[in-house]
């Protein structure tokens, strides 16, 4: 009775995470520095850019970063670039529509196992990317480790928007395009032991994945993660 009333408890917390969520503003003003928007977002909160055409056409031109408060800067947008498509040229103008956290609704989860990735996933509504995509990624482009860039590359090839991480009390959301962290909660999973190097089902991935050098040392997945995340 009393594992299971802390096996409710510790679902009922998560269901009670505080993540980003999407925010819908305008530009107001652009100057060389960036751009000014119609509302306060937080740092590190990454989107788009949407200019309206008329006659029901419109398209993305821009990425968007927030630097906290009612400013931004401005990215090329290459989410979806590719030699045959033609780039589009608009300038970033008053009235554009700015969307930050357009794709916080897919999630990658990284978690020490297969038991805390389920009791997550479970207990919280995202479109969730399976880490066996993100572990692909990493075999195709002979990575070994994890890092911001990686992560960064994934999330724009797979379309995902935050990743969470699982440390041993908290839950971190990490936007991986501008590498910020955007909340931590604090959570107690019910079982912290780590499966090398993070949970997925590929047996090709080298155990050093956390490690800061090639020298086949593995460092533990809690300590791995505090370079994503510091």
Avoid: C
């Amino acid at each position: 009775m009393k594992k299971l009333l802390l096996i409710v408890l510790a679902t009922l917390s998560l269901l009670a995470l505080e993540l980003p969520t999407t925010i819908k503003t305008t530009i107001q003003a652009v100057n060389k520095d960036g751009i000014q928007l119609s509302k306060s977002v937080q740092k590190g909160m990454s989107g788009i850019v949407v200019h309206e055409y008329g006659n029901g056409l419109s398209a993305i031109t821009y990425s968007v970063i927030s630097q906290g408060g009612n400013k931004a800067l401005l990215k090329p947008y290459n989410i979806l670039s590719h030699k045959k498509l033609p780039n589009i040229k608009t300038e970033a103008k008053k009235g554009d529509i700015v969307i930050f956290g357009n794709y916080y609704n897919n999630a990658l989860l990284i978690a020490p196992n297969g038991r805390s990735y389920r009791e997550i996933t479970q207990s919280i509504k995202r479109s969730w990317i399976h880490p066996d995509t993100y572990a692909m990624h990493l075999i195709n482009n002979d990575e070994i480790h994890l890092t911001p860039d990686n992560i960064k590359a994934f999330a724009q090839n797979a379309q995902v928007g935050l990743v969470l991480i699982a440390t041993r009390d908290s839950i971190v959301a990490l936007d991986p395009i501008s590498g910020a962290v955007l909340s931590k909660n604090p959570i107690t999973l019910n079982n912290q032991n780590a499966q090398s190097p993070f949970y997925a089902r590929f047996e090709q991935i080298d155990t050093d994945i956390f490690s800061s050098s090639d020298t086949k040392e593995f460092e533990e997945y809690y300590k791995g993660i505090e370079r994503l995340i510091k």
